[in-house]
């Protein structure tokens, strides 16, 4: 049985509106999110993983990680080579979601850096 025509062309309108006000909004984090998830893809093949669900942890962590650093490291590239950061950000998401979990040294150094910073901070 055929979709009365009332109901198929007030989806479309919806969809339509809902594409033209928020479309604007979500498309850098889309292009994050699919750029992350083609970087993640590349730990997720070299990885040995003991079931499907830790393979989508991996994959749902690296790509978590690319949609929260993406944007400020896409700023400090845009600062230091002056890549602009619309340009920046799908270069930069892939880069951050091939590294997998090689995050975690460099998270590591961070807070060992901080809390050097906040042992001296509060000597003196």
Do not use: D, H
Request: aromatic share 6%.
């Amino acid at each position: 049985m055929a979709e009365p025509a009332v109901t198929t062309a007030s989806g479309v309108s919806l969809t339509v509106l809902f594409v033209a006000l928020l479309g604007p909004m979500a498309g850098p984090y889309v292009l994050i999110a699919l750029s992350a998830v083609a970087g993640a893809m590349w730990p997720l093949s070299a990885a040995r993983t003991e079931s499907r669900i830790a393979g989508a942890w991996l994959l749902l962590r690296c790509t978590a990680t690319a949609l929260v650093l993406t944007s400020v490291l896409a700023g400090i590239v845009e600062r230091t080579w002056g890549l602009p950061i619309s340009e920046g950000l799908a270069p930069v998401a892939l880069i951050i979601g091939a590294m997998g979990n090689g995050w975690r040294p460099i998270f590591q150094v961070l807070g060992a850096i901080v809390q050097t910073w906040a042992g001296e901070g509060g000597r003196k």
